[in-house]
């Protein structure tokens, strides 16, 4: 053990971080591309990197602005290094973790040194609800990771007696960051986290510092450029992004994933099994790191919609409870142990059992695909095929968009109806009704139609059975 702890020594200080991402990327691109958010958000950064419009996220050709871009530029420089690789679609999630551990690290660091620092990392690490997070293709893990150096930048930053504007640019920067990775929670967040504080203590003088305006100015310079482009390029924008997509999702009922009030009280601690047995003995503690987990769990409770990934906020604080809770603890290595088999071994678990994606027959459709030929989509998403057959023109989606416009809701079809308000010329291109399909038929070239058998059209000839679904040829029709 002497040997081992010499050995670490001679190591530079940061070499816990490295191997937290050694650790985050190892098995990243294991598993196939889940579907939807993975094939969807993915697809996203694929195609803004094909039509070499870095600014305008596009869902099938369409402006996209149910997220902002931060995932998809990321995603971007990834798979220009990477090429169109799973791996590649899940470095944003792999980043923002990585970035909770090093606000941890810092935050740990300060309070119990170096060494403390890197076991509250190693629990931090084995929460499989972390690990799983940082491997998940979607926007939660980004944006829980600036939220998590916001907020332990700004407790650096308003010390007592140790104001540093150095950190409280860093906070705002990181709020920036938060702001473009899933829009206003990357403000609202810290800002209920760290001002209530605050408030509670009296430190009014410190309030005042949290508004420098030279911070203020490096979150304007970060935050607004992209959508202040936006509004421009699409008047609607603003409306869309800041009332539609953040105050009506969070007041309102009619969007999916309804779930009880209590949901988060219950994926917190099962997702950080079995370090979280000792969760009741670590909510005695009150202070700060408390408060921190009140509030993320109270924002995300109180509207209908619920998803697992909205919690993730909350896991920086819950790690230190926890660490707290264990150390010098019987059954702390035990516990971390079994920690780490349950994130190593969920992946190849998802593997084996999982459900596939259109990589099949994204490259047999790749084989087959000719100059002047066009791809259609009917009775599922399929967000992944442009991504799996490398196509260099979004496909089309058929369905009754007449009727889907009256009935509204809250689906991937209604994602494409918003998006082509922002662009009805490539709207009318890619989301084709029956009549739209009769006169494509008359059309040179073949239609190459992807869907599950039950949904494909009756003369609709297969050529190739995929996993998930059927690559099927339409005949050409009759036509005057």
């Not at 305008?56 to 995603?75: C, Q, R």
């Not at 603003?238 to 105050?247: G, K, L, S």
């Not at 099962?270 to 769990?297: E, H, K, N, Q």
């Not at 079994?338 to 059992?353: E, F, K, M, S």
Request: glycine content about 8%; proline content about 8%; overall charge positive.
């Amino acid at each position: 053990m002497r040997s081992i702890a010499d050995f670490t020594r001679r190591l530079p200080p940061w070499w816990p971080l490295a191997l937290l991402a050694l650790w985050l990327v190892a098995v990243a691109g294991w598993r196939p591309v889940a579907l939807p958010d993975e094939g969807r958000y993915g697809g996203v950064a694929y195609e803004m990197l094909r039509s070499g419009d870095g600014l305008t996220p596009t869902l099938l050709g369409l402006p996209y602005f149910h997220k902002p871009p931060l995932m998809y530029w990321i995603d971007m420089a990834a798979l220009s290094l990477l090429g169109p690789t799973a791996l590649a679609l899940r470095v944003a999630p792999l980043l923002g973790a990585w970035v909770m551990g090093l606000a941890l690290w810092i935050e740990a660091g300060t309070r119990y040194g170096r060494d403390g620092a890197r076991q509250a990392l190693a629990l931090l690490a084995v929460l499989p609800l972390f690990y799983l997070g940082g491997q998940y293709a979607n926007h939660d893990m980004l944006v829980a990771g600036w939220i998590s150096l916001a907020v332990v930048a700004a407790r650096r930053a308003l010390a007592p007696g140790q104001r540093s504007l150095a950190w409280l640019c860093t906070a705002w920067a990181a709020m920036a960051l938060a702001l473009l990775s899933k829009g206003l929670i990357g403000v609202v967040l810290p800002g209920l986290i760290v001002l209530p504080w605050l408030l509670l203590n009296r430190r009014w003088a410190d309030l005042r510092f949290a508004l420098h305006p030279l911070a203020l100015a490096v979150f304007a310079a970060i935050a607004l450029p992209w959508m202040l482009v936006m509004q421009q390029r699409f008047p609607g924008f603003f409306d869309y992004f800041i009332i539609e997509q953040h105050f009506a999702r969070y007041t309102q009922a009619r969007f999916n994933n309804a779930q009880p009030w209590w949901f988060f009280l219950a994926v917190l601690p099962l997702g950080t099994l079995p370090l979280s047995l000792r969760l009741p003995g670590a909510l005695r503690r009150m202070g700060f790191d408390l408060w921190w987990v009140i509030v993320i769990l109270a924002f995300f409770s109180m509207p209908r919609s619920k998803l697992v990934g909205y919690v993730l906020p909350a896991l920086l604080p819950l790690a230190l409870l926890l660490f707290e809770a264990w150390r010098e603890r019987r059954g702390a290595r035990a516990a971390w142990i079994v920690g780490a088999l349950i994130c190593v071994l969920t992946v190849p678990a998802v593997v084996y059992w999982g459900r596939p994606d259109h990589s099949d027959i994204g490259a047999a459709l790749r084989e087959r695909l000719a100059p002047g030929d066009r791809v259609l989509l009917t009775g599922g998403s399929f967000f992944d095929l442009r991504f799996q057959a490398r196509l260099d023109a979004p496909p089309a989606v058929l369905d009754d968009w007449d009727a889907l416009r009256t009935r509204g809701g809250d689906s991937w079809r209604q994602e494409l109806l918003d998006a082509a308000r922002f662009d009805p010329v490539r709207g009318d291109q890619v989301l084709w009704t029956p009549a739209r399909l009769a006169r494509e038929r008359c059309r040179p070239g073949r239609i190459w139609l992807v869907a599950a058998p039950t949904d494909a059209l009756p003369d609709a000839r297969p050529v190739f059975t995929g996993r998930r679904a059927t690559l099927f040829e339409l005949p050409p029709a009759t036509c005057p």
